[in-house]
């Protein structure tokens, strides 16, 4: 059994990472990231990010911390810079869940509002500022530490849990950063070379596969541009599958109702697109996704009303 939550700590940060594993489905293995502090996945990069600038000296006591985000990452560093004392901006555009808004704001950040659903206008600004002295841009959509910290440490964990030796065939997640899909499937290749790496995007925005740009409402993926990681590594990725955002969001209430799991839209539609991939290719009989955020960030949008929406708000 895990000793973490018998020990004594000063730190929340101490409480990310070590999320459980569950098999879903035959052969379809989601990691629980909505579990970490912050509640989403991105609390290990916000981690790494800012403990290692500590280290290499680009941070010092007094600055402040400024990214562009679709929100998780903006709630994920606003955490960490009130643990660490840091000044917070969040730079994100209007629309989007107005949780992640007042989450940041609850750690004490300022939030910084630009540009509608999509990131672009947010990274621009956040870009701009990040530049001036006394600031620090993690800078998420470019920084390869990101796509360090998910093939150092957030893939190893996932093969440490897996069963029976089993090693993964596939990894399926959406794009924000690409992070998470290429770090997590650069670790998965280590111990399988012949790993599938799958881009999950919302059909009605199909950027990554056709240069598509449109509203949709699978929040935290698909920001209306190709991030620098994803264009980088691109060769990585063996495949695309897509998701409407009005399935991503009945499945995700699915795994509310049925499994005791509040997560939000994207975990929905991961777990969708892996359920495609083993239907699809059953000789991929180990398939790995993540339950990406918790669905406390969606209150207002997809789960106050008590009847099923026909589709979800397109913001
Ligand atoms: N799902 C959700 C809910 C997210 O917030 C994010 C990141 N914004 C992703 C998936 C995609 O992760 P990544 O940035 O590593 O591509």
């Known amino acids: 059994m895990p000793v973490r939550y018998t020990q004594v700590s000063n730190s929340i940060l101490d409480a990310v990472h070590d999320t459980p594993l569950l098999e879903l489905e035959d052969g379809i293995f989601a990691k629980c990231e909505f579990l970490n502090p912050s509640g989403s996945i991105k609390a290990r990069i916000a981690t790494y990010i800012i403990e290692r600038a500590e280290r290499e000296g680009l941070i010092k006591p007094g600055d402040t911390i400024v990214e562009a985000t679709s929100g998780n990452t903006g709630n994920a560093f606003s955490m960490v810079a009130a643990v660490k004392g840091y000044r917070m901006i969040v730079v994100m555009p209007e629309g989007l869940s107005s949780e992640r808004v007042a989450i940041s704001r609850a750690f004490g950040a300022e939030v910084l509002l630009t540009g509608n659903f999509h990131v672009n206008e947010a990274l621009e600004r956040a870009r701009e500022l990040g530049s001036r002295p006394g600031f620090f841009f993690p800078g998420q959509f470019e920084s390869e530490w990101n796509v360090q910290e998910n093939r150092e440490i957030f893939g190893p964990e996932i093969l440490a849990q897996l069963p029976d030796g089993r090693v993964p065939d596939a990894f399926v997640h959406g794009v924000g950063t690409g992070g998470t899909l290429?770090?997590?499937?650069?670790?998965?290749?280590?111990?399988?070379?012949?790993?599938?790496?799958?881009?999950?995007?919302?059909?009605?925005?199909?950027?990554?596969?056709?240069?598509?740009?449109?509203?949709?409402?699978?929040?935290?993926?698909?920001?209306?541009?190709?991030?620098?990681?994803?264009?980088?590594?691109?060769?990585?990725?063996?495949?695309?599958?897509?998701?409407?955002?009005?399935?991503?969001?009945?499945?995700?209430?699915?795994?509310?109702?049925?499994?005791?799991?509040?997560?939000?839209?994207?975990?929905?539609?991961?777990?969708?697109?892996?359920?495609?991939?083993?239907?699809?290719?059953?000789?991929?009989?180990?398939?790995?996704?993540?339950?990406?955020?918790?669905?406390?960030?969606?209150?207002?949008?997809?789960?106050?009303?008590?009847?099923?929406?026909?589709?979800?708000?397109?913001?």
Do not use: W
């Not at 881009?199 to 209306?224: N, W």
């Not at 541009?225 to 495949?239: E, K, L, M, N, W």
């Open 182 to 315: 290429i770090g997590v499937g650069q670790a998965f290749r280590a111990v399988n070379p012949d790993v599938r790496l799958f881009a999950m995007e919302p059909s009605e925005s199909r950027t990554l596969l056709c240069g598509e740009v449109d509203l949709h409402g699978i929040e935290g993926i698909s920001d209306g541009f190709v991030p620098g990681i994803f264009a980088r590594h691109r060769d990585q990725v063996s495949d695309f599958l897509s998701v409407s955002s009005t399935d991503a969001v009945a499945e995700m209430r699915k795994l509310a109702r049925n499994r005791g799991l509040l997560c939000g839209p994207s975990s929905g539609a991961h777990l969708i697109a892996a359920r495609r991939i083993r239907e699809l290719y059953p000789e991929l009989k180990t398939v790995v996704t993540v339950l990406a955020d918790k669905g406390e960030k969606y209150l207002n949008d997809f789960y106050m009303s008590a009847a099923e929406p026909a589709s979800p708000p397109l913001h």
